[in-house]
C-alpha cells in the first residue's frame, strides 16, 4: 500500500477573514503540499511571520509568506492555506494539545542531542586511515555541505509550512511514488541508526562485564530501554535529555584522551614509536568507507524538518539554532579526532573509547551509555512521529493526532513496537560498529544529509529556469547538481565498501564476530 493516498489531497480555497489582508497583496497568499482532513474540523494555530527578521525576504524563495514569487505561481493548486497549517499545531478547545512547544533554546539542546552520537566516535579512525589533513578536510567539508542542506529544507519549509517530515516534502516533489519511496528509505535508515545505537551499546555491556551475557541478550536489553524511552509522544520531551546525553559523551570521550596521554593506549607496547600520518595511503575501498563513516557524524539533518514542525516559530529560531549545533559540532569533532589520533597513533580504534587503557575504557564505556539511549530516543522519536501521522491520515483520524484517546495510544505503542523489533533484527544482523555506520552512510544518510536537499532546491528553482538566472544562482545549481553527485557516489562506491568489509569481517579468522545473531563477544577486549 502506498504510504500516501492522493484521494485525501482536496484542493480548497478558503476565504481571507481579515479585512486588512487585502491591503498587500504580496502576504495574501500560502502555500502547502496537502490537505488534512481535518481542515474542516479545527482550528490552526496562527503565529504571524515576524518582521523585520532576516527572513522577511529571501532570494532563494522569494518574499516571505508571499505569492509573488514566479514559483509559487506555478502552484496554483496548493494556494489559500494558512501559513502555520500544521497536524501538530491542535485544538484545546476539542481536547488537544499543541505540539509546537520548541523555542530556540529547547531545539537547540534537541539538534544537539540529534547530532551529538555515534558518529562521533568514528572520526578518530576516519583521521588514522585517511591521514591527518585529508581527513580533517572531510570531516569540515561534510559539515560545511550539511549546513547548506539543513538550510535548504527550511527554504522548503517555508514554501510548504504543512510539512511535519521529510517524507512531506518528497510528496510535493514528486507526488506518491517518490513520497514513498523516500518514506520507506526513511524508517530503514532510522531503524538502522537505532540498531547501531544498540550494538553499541551491546559493545559497551560486554566490555564493561568481560562478556557477562550473550550479545544478543544485550542487544535486546537495549531495545527494551529504547523502545520505553520512546513513549512520550512529544519532542520537548527528547530536549530534557540533551544535556545528560551531551555531557556523558563529552565526559566518556575525554576520559580516554586524558588517560591516553597518561598511560597511552591499548596493546601499545613499552617505547613504542607513535606514527602520525600528514598524508594517508589508503587503498579506494577503505578510503571510501571511511568517507562514508565522516558523514555518519553529519546524519541528522533527515529529523529537522519534523523539529521545525514542533517548533514556535522556525523562520525565527531554526537558523540560529543550527548554526550553534554546527559550530558546536564541527570544534567538537575536530578536537577529539585530532585529540585521540595524535595520542594513540596507529592504535586508534572505532569506536574510540576502545583506544583507552583496561579501566578507563570501562569507565567511558559506563559514562556513555546514557549518551547512547539518548541516541536512540532522539531517531527512534522521529521514526515513530513519521509512523504515526502517517497510519492517523490512513485511519482518517488527524484530529486525534495530539490527543489523548485510546485510538491515538494504541496507534503510537504499536508503532513503537513494530519499529523497535525491526531494529533488533537489524542489530543483530550487523553487529559490527564500524559496518552499520558505514552500510547506514552509504545507503541512506548519502541522500537524506546531501541528495536530497540539492533535489528539493531544484524543485523550488525549476520554475521559469531561477536556477539559470543570474551569477549566485548558476553558483547554487553548480553546487546542488555536485551534491546530487556525491550522493550517488556515496550510494555506490561507498555500499560497495561497506558491504565487502563486512564481509572480509565475518570470514576473518582474526574476529570473534562470525555472523549475525551471534551470542560472540563484541567488546574492545
Avoid at 507526488?175 to 544498540?198: D, E, H, Q, W
Avoid at 607513535?274 to 541528522?300: L, R
Avoid at 547512547?372 to 527512534?380: D, H, I, K, Q, V
Avoid at 582474526?510 to 567488546?523: E, L, M, Q, S, V
Wanted: aromatic share 12%; charged share 15%; with cysteine.
Amino acid at each position: 500500500m502506498a504510504i500516501f493516498d492522493e484521494k485525501r489531497h482536496q484542493h480548497h480555497r478558503p476565504e481571507r477573514q481579515d479585512s486588512s489582508s487585502s491591503a498587500s497583496s504580496s502576504e495574501s497568499a500560502f502555500v502547502t503540499p496537502m490537505e488534512f482532513e481535518h481542515n474542516q474540523q479545527c482550528r490552526h494555530h496562527d503565529v504571524p511571520p515576524p518582521a523585520g527578521g532576516p527572513f522577511d525576504r529571501d532570494p532563494e524563495v522569494g518574499t516571505y509568506g508571499s505569492g509573488s514569487s514566479p514559483s509559487l505561481e506555478k502552484d496554483k493548486k496548493y494556494e489559500g492555506q494558512d501559513l502555520n497549517q500544521n497536524v501538530f499545531s491542535g485544538d484545546g478547545s476539542e481536547g488537544g494539545k499543541s505540539y509546537r512547544t520548541m523555542g530556540r533554546k529547547s531545539t537547540i539542546i534537541v539538534l544537539i542531542t540529534n547530532q551529538i552520537g555515534l558518529g562521533i566516535l568514528s572520526l578518530p579512525k576516519v583521521v588514522q586511515t585517511l591521514g591527518l589533513l585529508p581527513g580533517l578536510i572531510t570531516i569540515v567539508g561534510m559539515g560545511i555541505l550539511s549546513t547548506y542542506t539543513a538550510y535548504v529544507l527550511l527554504q522548503f519549509y517555508r514554501r510548504y509550512p504543512s510539512c511535519v517530515n521529510i517524507v512531506d516534502m518528497a510528496y510535493v516533489v514528486g507526488k506518491t511514488p517518490f513520497a514513498t519511496i523516500v518514506g520507506v528509505g526513511l524508517l530503514i535508515k532510522l531503524a538502522l541508526t537505532c540498531a547501531s545505537a544498540s550494538v553499541t551499546i551491546s559493545v559497551a555491556f560486554n566490555t564493561i562485564s568481560d562478556h557477562g551475557m550473550c550479545t544478543v541478550w544485550f542487544i535486546l536489553f537495549a531495545v527494551l530501554g529504547q523502545w520505553l524511552l520512546c513513549l512520550p509522544r512529544t519532542f520537548k520531551f527528547v530536549s530534557h535529555v540533551g544535556w545528560p546525553s551531551t555531557i556523558t559523551m563529552l565526559a566518556a570521550i575525554f576520559i580516554v584522551i586524558i588517560s591516553l596521554g597518561i598511560e597511552g593506549p591499548q596493546g601499545a607496547p613499552d617505547g613504542w614509536d607513535k606514527e602520525i600520518k600528514v598524508v594517508g595511503n589508503p587503498d579506494f575501498k577503505t578510503a571510501v568507507s571511511k568517507v562514508c563513516s565522516s558523514a555518519y557524524a553529519w546524519a541528522g539533518n533527515l529529523a529537522f524538518v519534523t523539529y521545525m514542525a514542533e517548533m514556535k516559530d522556525p523562520t525565527k529560531d531554526f537558523v540560529p539554532s543550527l548554526l550553534v549545533l554546527q559550530v558546536f559540532s564541527l570544534s567538537l569533532y575536530v578536537l577529539i579526532a585530532v585529540a585521540v589520533y595524535c595520542f594513540a597513533g596507529q592504535y586508534t580504534t572505532s569506536p574510540a573509547l576502545g583506544a583507552a587503557p583496561v579501566l578507563p575504557a570501562k569507565i567511558a564505556y559506563g559514562i556513555v551509555l546514557v549518551a547512547l539511549f539518548a541516541t536512540g530516543l532522539c531517531f527512534g522519536h522521529t521514526a515513530l512521529k513519521f509512523m504515526y501521522v502517517t497510519i492517523m491520515r490512513k485511519l482518517k483520524a488527524t484530529s486525534e493526532i495530539t490527543k489523548n484517546t485510546p485510538k491515538s495510544w494504541i496507534v503510537w505503542v504499536s508503532c513503537a513496537t513494530v519499529f523497535w523489533a525491526v531494529s533488533f533484527a537489524l542489530g543483530n544482523a550487523i553487529p559490527i560498529f564500524d559496518s552499520i555506520l558505514a552500510i547506514s552512510s552509504a545507503t541512506f544518510i548519502a541522500w537524506f544529509t546531501f541528495g536530497l536537499s540539492s533535489i528539493l532546491w531544484f524543485h523550488l528553482n525549476w520554475p521559469d529556469k531561477q536556477f539559470l538566472k543570474g551569477w549566485k544562482k548558476i553558483g547554487l545549481t553548480v553546487l546542488n547538481v555536485f551534491i546530487i553527485c556525491l550522493a550517488v557516489f556515496m550510494n555506490s562506491a561507498g555500499l560497495y565498501a561497506a558491504i565487502s568489509d563486512l564481509m572480509e569481517i565475518y570470514d576473518s579468522s582474526k574476529n570473534k564476530i562470525r555472523g549475525p545473531f551471534t551470542c560472540a563477544d563484541n567488546g574492545i577486549f
